[in-house]
């Protein structure tokens, strides 16, 4: 049975924001932030800006999709009460960013989001807190809502393990959503689902085997209730809002994964193997050697993909 997980390693490295990406955007995110803060000083100093990297980045499970595009969420938080509407502040965040990049930035429904064009985007949500109440967001022709984005990322914290191994593997999970789209979960949900899967199994050492168990433990969820409630406030369901064709899609999605997850473990070619991985990850994913397995490996390979071999117990 063919080993990948030396490939995984490699997907992993493929699909990870790059250094050089990393520092323009981290460029980036310091001028618009400069930005936003003197506009705020110039025009309503009685509201004083500021900031916490969230989301993916923070939890450090950022990709570059396969158009080489990847993003950043730039909390912006008030400590007081705004007097205007949550779309108003949301307006004046579009006016400070406006004209630092070519394209004018996009008023999202909870976010303004600056767009650079083929590289990254950078997204700027709005929120306020005062005392005995919630973080709250701005919603755009909405009222403010509960949000708390720093507790998903404390969440997540406590789910993953220091070896990295839930970290690769949600970086696994949205290269998979990536390469598919057509309407699959999105990062945040696919780390939910990822990471309450995590805490059923036993990690195995070899991120193959591990990827297979979390989208079998992943179904056997979805099955049982089909719902993904992000462990945070507001503890919305992320799947609320799916209808019965988004649901099948991302079901059949899933069945077919694990049907050829374990072929390729039971394969005993490495390119073979290789070959289906990269069905449902997409060209990034590397090819394998065209070789055997040698059989005294390839049975110790079956007692662990079977389970019998002992499994380390961190992922209890």
């Known amino acids: 049975m063919a080993n990948c997980d030396h490939l995984f390693s490699k997907y992993n490295d493929e699909i990870r924001i790059g250094s050089k990406k990393n520092g323009r955007m981290m460029d980036s995110k310091n001028a618009l932030r400069k930005r936003i803060r003197k506009w705020f000083k110039d025009n309503h100093p009685e509201y004083e800006p500021k900031f916490f990297i969230q989301g993916s980045y923070k939890m450090k499970t950022g990709i570059r999709t396969k158009d080489d595009i990847c993003d ?22 579009w006016d400070a960013v406006n004209g630092y990049t070519d394209t004018d930035p996009e008023h999202r429904k909870k976010c303004i989001r600056s767009i650079f064009a083929g590289d990254y985007e950078i997204d700027h949500p709005v929120y306020y807190k005062i005392d005995g109440v919630p973080y709250r967001i701005a919603v755009k022709d909405a009222e403010f809502e509960n949000s708390d984005p720093k507790e998903m990322v404390d969440w997540f914290n406590k789910k993953k393990d220091k070896e990295g191994r839930l970290i690769a593997q949600v970086m696994n999970f949205k290269g998979w959503c990536d390469h598919k789209r057509n309407k699959m979960p999105s990062g945040l949900a696919m780390t939910i689902l990822a990471s309450n899967a995590k805490s ?12 297979r168990d979390i989208l079998k433990e ?44 374990d072929k390729a473990l039971q394969e005993d070619n490495e390119l073979a193997a290789s070959k289906l991985w990269r069905k449902h990850l997409g060209d990034r994913f590397p090819l394998g050697e065209d070789k055997q397995q040698n059989q005294s490996q390839s049975r110790v390979n079956s007692a662990i993909i079977t389970g019998a071999a002992t499994s380390n117990p961190w992922g209890k």
Not at 73 to 79: L, R, S
């Open 72 to 93: 950043l969420d730039d909390g912006i938080y008030f400590f007081r009460k705004p007097d205007v509407t949550g779309t108003t502040l949301q307006g004046w965040i």
């Open 218 to 261: 992943i179904k056997k969820a979805l099955e049982n209730k089909f719902e993904c409630i992000v462990p945070a406030v507001p503890g919305d369901d992320l799947f609320a809002s799916y209808d019965q064709t988004r649901k099948k899609n991302f079901m059949d999605a899933l069945s077919d994964f694990i049907l050829d997850a």
């Open 200 to 211: 059923k199994i036993v990690l195995n050492e070899r991120a193959d085997i591990t990827l």
